[in-house]
């Protein structure tokens, strides 16, 4: 498993401090209308792979019965330091696929609103997530609802075997008093594990004095839209209601679904499942 180890909670938010979260959340609560229609949605809201609660900020306001699956543990005190006077809100440390396992198939099968976001499915295969996927719905009721994003393997087949990609933050220093961090990613693509893995390295820039903060390597595996969509219509337990390329999603144009965009053109996917 990806250990988070130089991505603590603070860089992490800094270096994700323009990611278009406001847009994704309009886009992730349009998806679950049916249970928030008054605002304010009793039902439960499982959210896989939190991070530092950046969508979670936005989502909780809309549910009143929250939890959290997140398996890093800096992540985790960050959460719960974030969140102490929540008492509705519950905080797992651990994986998706254990919280399913162990905490879900023990109880009865509940209504839920589910999501993942941020790449979060593609720190595991696309074979294991079929299983997850499958695992998850006999967990749930009809009517319970999963929004992910994943990255496009058609999309990644047609990048560069080898990329390097060095990228300063916070993008406008002029209005920040934060050091300067420099985050140098090279990628490299293993077509048979369809597994990309990408070697980060942190440097901190203050007072024009570099230091070195570490490596963390990232190991992704972007899904085969077109394989999901075909094991999802054959298992009969959950329907695609919705796939959109994140552009869409950033730009709030999503009343117009996507069937004319390849999934070679766009890398990243929102994709919403209904439980049948
Ligand atoms: C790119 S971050 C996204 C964080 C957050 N969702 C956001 O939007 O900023 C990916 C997150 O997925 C978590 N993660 C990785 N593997 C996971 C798994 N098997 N189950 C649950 N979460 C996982 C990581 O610990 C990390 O918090």
Redesign the pocket.
């Known amino acids: 498993?990806?250990i988070?180890s130089v991505l603590t909670p603070d860089i992490?938010e800094q270096i994700?401090s323009s990611?278009s979260?406001l847009a994704?959340f309009v886009y992730i609560s349009k998806q679950f209308e049916v249970f928030i229609k008054e605002g304010n949605s009793s039902e439960l809201c499982i959210?896989?792979?939190?991070?530092?609660?950046?969508?979670t900020d936005y989502v909780r306001k809309v549910f009143t019965n929250y939890t959290l699956?997140?398996?890093?543990g800096s992540?985790c005190d960050h959460l719960a330091h974030k969140y102490i006077d929540q008492t509705s809100l519950h905080i797992y440390q651990?994986?998706?696929?254990e919280?399913v396992l162990k905490i879900l198939v023990p109880k009865s099968p509940l209504l839920a609103c589910v999501f993942?976001?941020?790449?979060?499915i593609n720190?595991?295969s696309q074979l294991e997530f079929h299983s997850f996927l499958t695992l998850l719905g006999s967990c749930l009721n009809v009517g319970s609802r999963f929004v992910f994003d994943t990255w496009s393997l058609e999309y990644v087949h047609n990048m560069p075997f080898c990329q390097e990609l060095v990228t300063a933050y916070p993008d406008n220093q002029e209005s920040s008093d934060c050091p300067i961090i420099t985050r140098r990613a090279c990628s490299s693509f293993d077509s048979d594990m369809s597994k990309l893995t990408i070697e980060f390295e942190f440097t901190q820039l203050v007072e024009n004095v570099s230091t070195f903060l570490g490596n963390e390597v990232h190991e992704i595996y972007p899904f085969d839209i077109n394989a999901l969509k075909y094991a999802i219509g054959l298992a009969k337990q959950w329907v695609i209601i919705s796939v959109l390329p994140h552009e869409a999603v950033r730009g709030e144009s999503f009343h117009n679904q996507a069937s004319d965009i390849s999934f070679s053109n766009q890398r990243n996917w929102y994709i919403t499942l209904l439980r049948v």
Do not use: H, L, R
Request: hydrophobic share 30%; charged share 10%; proline share 6%.
């Open positions: 498993m990806t988070f992490y994700y990611k979260y994704e959210e896989f792979g939190p991070g530092t609660g950046s969508m699956v997140e398996p890093s992540f651990t994986s998706m696929q919280y993942a976001n941020f790449n979060v720190y595991i």
